[in-house]
């Protein structure tokens, strides 16, 4: 019952072949399946991975352009502000000038006129004066006499009748 | 009904053969391939009805094999995997009327067995050359007897492991048929549904053993 014969070389062989067939035939192909399978999924995880990090640099920098683009704008801002309130300030120093400007030649043409009919008043009341005391005195005194009274009385209007014109 | 112990024989080329015990093992090896082939005929990447059983017996195989042997151990894969496979397709065999386990012959067990050893020795003395004589003689000399005797028990205790149980079982079945009235199933039913267990457990036993027999060859130590 228990002999042992050449049948165990025959069984060790027969073994032998099954492996060899069993491997070619179901394991390699399933593990090759498997190893793939694996690989694929550690693939796809990777390129998740890659992709995320890709994402966030992305999204960083499109945050740096933005912030970049903000400080811009508030400088282009601040510089127009700037620039208004120089050209603002520069207008109105010109207007002052000009304003002084005016009054001066206003002043100086006041004082033209008044001059002016200063004169004008002065050489008609010579005229009316002479006219007058002419008429009055035109009998008795001589011409040197009346120089002389339309003088003083030239003078006494010159200090008293005009002085508030001065 | 054969006669229990007495196996016919060939002689070819001088040699003898139990030619029943080769019949069966080319039955049960047909057996395994056709299953095999069922199994991965149409592999897809996303799996579907018996391609999950068979990635899951494999993962799980791989998982064994590297919780125990490392990663030297993936190359043994096929060999666990068919012995395995072989090994449950003979047992159950013997359990069809008429027909007769290759296991319940010792030549079977004790090749198996055999190659398994030698196996273990080719890779030991491949991967740690020195260390792995040297290790017989620790932790002194004298305990080389100690482990030879067990390197010598190894493949027995694996071959008649095996073939005492299958044996038996077959045995049994016959002795209860013959001993059983034709209207009393009970008994041999329930032989029956051991003998399937016993021929599972066995299965497993063996290809498990194996597996331990070969981790301590193929391992990477650590200590050393």
């Known amino acids: 019952m228990i002999e042992i014969n050449a049948t165990i070389l025959a069984q060790i062989l027969n073994f032998l072949i099954l492996v060899v067939i069993l491997r070619a035939v179901a394991y390699k192909p399933v593990a090759r399946l498997l190893q793939q399978r694996s690989d694929k999924i550690r693939d796809t ?33 601040d510089k127009a502000n700037l620039t208004a309130r120089q050209e603002h300030d520069s207008a109105v120093a010109e207007t002052r000038r000009e304003i002084e400007r005016m009054k001066l030649t206003a002043q100086a043409e006041i004082e033209n006129e008044r001059n002016r009919a200063f004169d004008e008043m002065k050489s008609q009341i010579i005229s009316l004066s002479l006219a007058a005391a002419g008429k009055i005195v035109s009998k008795n005194i001589d011409t040197k006499e009346n120089d002389k009274l339309v003088n003083e009385f030239i003078a006494g209007l010159n200090k008293n009748m005009f002085a508030d014109l001065k | 009904m054969h006669e229990i112990g007495v196996r016919e024989t060939v002689n070819f080329l001088g040699l003898t053969f139990n ?18 082939c069922l199994a991965t005929r149409n592999l897809k990447a996303v799996p579907q009805g018996w ?42 065999i013997g359990l069809v009327p008429l027909m007769a386990s290759p296991t319940n012959d010792l030549n079977t067990t004790l090749g198996l067995a055999l190659l398994v050893v030698v196996i273990v020795h080719c890779l030991g003395l491949y991967f740690k050359g020195g260390h792995y004589i040297a290790h017989f003689f620790q932790p002194t000399p004298v305990f080389v007897v100690i482990n030879m005797i067990e390197e010598i028990a190894k493949p027995i205790t694996l071959a008649f492991r095996l073939f005492g149980n299958i044996l038996a079982g077959e045995i049994l079945i016959i002795v209860l048929l013959k001993l059983m009235p034709i209207w009393m199933p009970i008994p041999s039913v329930a032989w029956l549904a051991f003998s399937i267990f016993i021929s599972c457990v066995q299965a497993v036993i063996f290809t498990m053993l194996s597996m331990a027999y070969l981790a301590n ?8």
């Open chain 2, 217 to 224: 060859a193929v391992k990477e130590d650590h200590a050393e």
């Open chain 2, 19 to 36: 030619i029943e015990t080769l019949k069966m093992t080319w039955l049960a090896m047909g057996i395994v391939i056709l299953v095999a």
């Open chain 1, 45 to 77: 995880l990777d390129k998740a991975e890659a992709d995320r990090k890709a994402a966030e640099q992305t999204l960083a920098q499109y945050k740096n352009q933005l912030s970049d683009a903000h400080k811009k704008a508030q400088e282009i801002v």
């Open chain 2, 51 to 92: 391609q999950n059983f068979v990635e899951m017996i494999i993962l799980w195989l791989h998982d064994q094999i590297d919780a125990m042997m490392g990663r030297r151990g993936r190359m043994l894969a096929p060999f666990i995997v068919g012995l395995f496979m072989f090994l449950l397709a003979s047992n159950l």
